[in-house]
């Protein structure tokens, strides 16, 4: 079974403080993903990877930065926390491929941000 | 502009009743169309695929149509448990993009 781990259920945060959100994937996935989830909104895409050190932003990449060292982790960065950053974020990886989006996207329990 | 509409919202049903989802999508160009079931705080797990040739696919007892003329999906739940409350996304993948629905809400009474 492919498994995707983050590294926090919940975590709580000040505003202005420097934040990472760790995600690792065993499943050898090319692609990895960052997405923020609220309510009425669905899932928005902050920033992806389709291999090691290459990264390209998303729909919301404003505020965030990410990190891929490794094939397996790939770290999401909330340079200075704030409010309207509160919110769950979703890891996801896949296969890669000819498209990043067609392949089955296997998604990580997420993480629940509160930023005070 | 590529959106995808789920109704409806919310969805109260009892233990053992059918239910069925609905998903419209203006996505184009269309590659394949997913549901996804989400527990509530866990992340979003696939039921199923369709591609554009596919009318209908079946996952236990979920079964997912596709119309892609209309572009419109449904995820038909039978006999359904307490286990089936949770949120369904539809997400259509379009070029180089996702897109996800906002999802219906589905609670299973007993």
Known sequence: DVKVTQSSRYLVKRTGEKVFLECVQDMDHENMFWYRQDPGLGLRLIYFSYDVKMKEKGDIPEGYSVSREKKERFSLILESASTNQTSMYLCASSFGGLSLFNNEQFFGPGTRLTVL | ?110
Request: hydrophobic letters at 30%; glycine letters at 6%.
């Open chain 2, 1 to 110: 502009k590529n959106q995808v509409e789920q109704s409806p919202q919310s969805l109260i049903i009892l233990e053992g009743k059918n239910c069925t989802l609905q998903c419209n999508y203006t996505v184009s160009p269309f590659s394949n169309l997913r549901w996804y079931k989400q527990d509530t705080g866990r992340g979003p797990v696939s039921l199923t695929i369709m591609t554009f040739s596919e009318n209908t696919k079946s996952n236990g007892r979920y079964t997912a149509t596709l119309d892609a003329d209309t572009k419109q999906s449904s995820l038909h739940i039978t006999a359904s448990q307490l286990s089936d409350s949770a949120s369904y996304i539809c997400v259509v993948t379009g070029f180089q993009k996702l897109v996800f629905g906002t999802g219906t809400r589905l609670l299973v009474s007993p």
